[in-house]
């Protein structure tokens, strides 16, 4: 069975410090990981990931994978308020009738104190 | 365009009902999913359909889930007999390629 786990489950922190989520996965024909923020009822995304060692990055956030390994990682740096949230990561399979599927992680939930 | 839409936003129904809930994708979007989310916990994959292929089950808790998908339109998610345990978030995302659009969620509430 497919498993994605997180941590920590929870993290609070002070405006302006940096953090960093981790993610851990075993999928079956792992194709990609995801990154999602979600703040109100529907995750909006953040990354894809499919090859090892490649920095993906969006203004202070960023996120690398390591396939060998079977993790990700999502750092944020300078963080802020609005940055409180709980952050997702799934990892989606491909091939066969699971094509597409995603299996997520319980998330992360991250709240920024000003 | 209008993203993933979903009703109702939200539902109260007490046990024992049967309750349907509806998803509208981003047209063109061949696939479309649904989720569960309890409260404090992590998405669960419940169903995907692709296309015209056959729809993966594989995540329906029990026989009283089911869902249908008319093409490449819209879906709904039939819970029968509803108990306690079905309260949570349902989510549904529909994907032209890897990528998930989500849509807002319907909160079903079993009283």
């Known amino acids: 069975e497919d498993k994605v786990v997180q941590s920590p489950l929870s993290l609070v922190v002070h405006e302006g410090d940096t953090v960093t989520l981790n993610c851990s996965y075993e999928v079956t024909n792992f194709r990609s990981l995801l990154w999602y923020k979600q703040e109100k009822k529907a995750p909006t995304f953040l990354f894809m990931l499919t090859s090892s060692g490649i920095e993906k990055k969006s203004g202070r956030l960023s996120s690398i994978l390591d396939k060998k390994e079977l993790f990700s990682i999502l750092n944020i740096t300078a963080t802020q308020t609005g940055d409180s949230a709980i952050y997702l990561c799934?990892?989606?399979?491909?091939?066969?009738?699971?094509?597409?599927?995603?299996?997520f992680g319980q998330g992360t939930i991250l709240t920024v104190h000003p | 365009g209008a993203g993933v839409s979903q009703s109702p936003s939200n539902k109260v129904t007490e046990k024992g009902k049967d309750v349907e809930l509806r998803c509208d994708p981003i047209?063109?979007?061949?696939?479309l999913y649904w989720y569960r989310q309890r409260l404090g916990q992590g998405l669960e994959f419940l169903i995907y359909?692709?296309?015209?292929?056959?729809?993966?089950k594989s995540g329906l808790p029990s026989d009283r889930f089911s869902a249908e998908r008319t093409g490449e339109s819209v879906s709904t998610l039939t819970i029968q007999r509803t108990q306690q345990e079905d309260s949570a978030v349902y989510l549904c995302?529909?994907?032209?390629?890897?990528?998930?659009?989500f849509g807002p969620g319907t909160r079903l509430t079993v009283t």
């Open positions: 047209s063109g979007h061949t696939a």
């Open positions: 359909f692709q296309g015209n292929s056959a729809p993966d």
């Open positions: 799934a990892g989606i399979s491909a091939g066969g009738t699971s094509y597409g599927k995603l299996t």
């Open positions: 995302a529909s994907s032209f390629a890897v990528e998930q659009y």
